[in-house]
């Protein structure tokens, strides 16, 4: 298992990959792609924040007490990346714990190195 520094919305990582590989089968060309194309487009994940930022305010905003996030990080952490196999796109997901869903977590989600989604880690499991 590799692990990555990035920095994510202003803040340092170590994040784990975590390629979606059945036993025995190798990693796609594509789930490397993914990952090689992601580290290489940094604004994606500056401007993913906005959209976190959105995902919790319409979903905890009386947990929030505020029509701000102003510190992003109480209420999500990134944990990991994972690739999912898929042949024809390239998809990563920040997996993330998330303050309000401590069972499900937080997805943030790109497709081909643009924000595509944010949403429980489900939406892409």
Not at 29 to 40: P, R, W
Request: charged share 25%; net charge negative.
């Amino acid at each position: 298992m590799n692990k990555f520094n990035l920095n994510i919305w202003g803040r340092d990582f170590e994040l784990p990959v975590s390629y979606d590989c059945y036993p025995g089968e190798g990693v796609l060309d594509t789930q490397i792609e993914a990952v090689e194309s992601f580290l290489n487009t940094p604004m994606e994940v500056d401007n993913s924040k906005k959209n976190v930022e959105t995902y919790i305010l319409s979903n905890n905003s009386s947990d929030v007490g505020n029509s701000v996030v102003d510190n992003i990080f109480r209420y999500v952490t990134p944990k990991s990346l994972y690739i999912p196999r898929n042949k024809e796109k390239r998809v990563l997901a920040i997996m993330c714990d998330y303050r309000f869903d401590v069972e499900h977590g937080l997805a943030v989600v790109f497709e081909n190195e643009a924000f595509k989604a944010v949403g429980i880690q489900d939406i892409v499991l």
